[in-house]
């Protein structure tokens, strides 16, 4: 069994309803989560979670430190690389923060449509894709940093303390209310907003069944941009996330899902490098798919 799984945590809000006031609302929530959560203690077994040292041989060859986990969602099964940092140890979002950025500005009017565009400030930066007119869905797949800036500068910061803390998004006390500590276009990038890998899954599986507090059709929008790979045998959907953490380590993410035969499996790589020259962009694709295969994926057979 999994204590305080985010998986579970996060399965709460499917019954929420966007009209209720605050109040009534995380009433609601705390009910519903105690119902989820007492239900999962009575059907959980250790067969549900497989432990499978043999995944760290990615992680290996890589030079780098981190956790893997994989829920089948047919059957409840869990396979693990490294459960106590998945479970136990938060780090800062990085990019994969796009999705609930996006989240909240469809929501809020602020995006009116993963078409709209905001155009280039016209400083030169050095990811050359960022440095054009974007449209949501084209920055979100280029995981464009000043876009994204620009749409929490739109928010603002009442509006984004609401909707985090409606989401209950990140590791901090849930039984507070979610504050901003730093600017509102860097904080999930400055390590003082932190989310578990844990968490990070359980957000997977909410957005793939629309059942976030957001309307529906926003959340498929932004399961559209999330999907980079469409084949005859396999879809696979994933937001990436790169930045630094307090140590000066590279903190790198993977996070989404995998779909064959149109069953999901839901996924969340982590890992860090303390190699200043680490290619952590072709590291962190080689690992995902290295898993995934040795797993069985990719020929339509799961």
């Excluded at 009534?24 to 519903?32: A, G, P, Q, R, T």
């Excluded at 509006?159 to 998004?169: G, I, L, P, S």
């Excluded at 629309?210 to 959907?237: C, D, G, I, W």
Aim: proline content about 3%.
């Amino acid at each position: 069994m999994i204590p305080h799984s985010g998986i579970f945590v996060f399965q709460g809000f499917g019954s929420r309803h966007l009209t209720l006031p605050p109040n009534l609302k995380m009433m609601k929530f705390k009910l519903v989560l105690i119902c989820v959560f007492v239900s999962f203690l009575y059907s959980c077994s250790p067969n549900n979670v497989e432990e499978d040292n043999d995944l760290g041989k990615y992680f290996t060859e890589n030079k780098v430190t981190g956790c893997f986990g994989l829920y089948n969602n047919a059957t409840n099964e869990f396979t693990f690389y490294n459960k106590k940092r998945f479970t136990d140890s938060s780090y800062l979002p990085a990019s994969t923060f796009k999705i609930i950025n996006s989240l909240i500005g469809l929501q809020t009017g602020v995006i009116s449509s993963d078409s709209m565009v905001i155009k280039w400030d016209g400083i030169k930066r050095n990811v050359e894709e960022w440095n054009r007119d974007l449209s949501m869905y084209e920055a979100f797949r280029v995981s464009a940093v000043p876009y994204y800036q620009e749409v929490a500068r739109r928010i603002g910061k009442d509006r984004m303390e609401f909707w985090m803390d409606t989401v209950n998004y990140g590791a901090g006390p849930k039984d507070t209310a979610f504050i901003i500590k730093t600017a509102i276009d860097t904080f999930w990038l400055d390590n003082t907003l932190k989310i578990t890998s844990d968490e990070q899954l359980g957000l997977m599986k909410m957005l793939y069944f629309n059942q976030l507090p957001f309307f529906k059709s926003y959340q498929e929008k932004v399961k559209k941009a999330m999907l980079f790979e469409n084949t005859t045998m396999y879809r696979l959907s994933y937001k990436t996330g790169w930045a630094k953490k307090e140590n000066g380590n590279h903190l790198a993410w993977v996070v989404g899902w995998v779909e064959e035969n149109n069953h999901p499996y839901f996924f969340v790589l982590n890992f860090e490098s303390s190699d200043a020259n680490a290619d952590i962009s072709a590291i962190r694709m080689k690992i995902l798919k290295g898993i995934l295969k040795q797993l069985g994926f990719f020929e339509g057979k799961m």
